[in-house]
């Protein structure tokens, strides 16, 4: 059994409030990385897809894909590969991402680091044969 891991960007929140009172730029707005609805690829035979932050995983987007993180020019933010990287690199090794937790053992939804902007992404171990 080989496995893959795709990374979904569900939602964007954005917290003016905490950005006014502790930001250097009070007005920064939602986060520039990602778009609702990025997709990525991790793949276990495309080694460089995990070593490299996720450079050039991006499968799908609304947005020109050399201003996505995750894209052809640019790696995962680290805030946010700092907060799914570790449920990418169990789901490439076959193990379960949450389990007890979701009611998928294999999927996950998360945020990046950020607390006045945060992404919130679905993470799924995909298995299939080879």
Known sequence: M???VKVTVIDKKLYPELQQQYCVNPNAGVCPCYNVGDEFIFEQNHPDSFSRMGLNTLTKTNADPNTVAGGPARPHCAEAWDAISR???TGLHGG???ESWMKDENTMI???NDGTRPVIFKIERIDFED
């Open 2 to 4: 080989k496995h893959k």
């Open 87 to 89: 449920y990418i690199y």
């Open 96 to 98: 379960s991402i949450m």
């Open 110 to 112: 998360t945020c990046c």
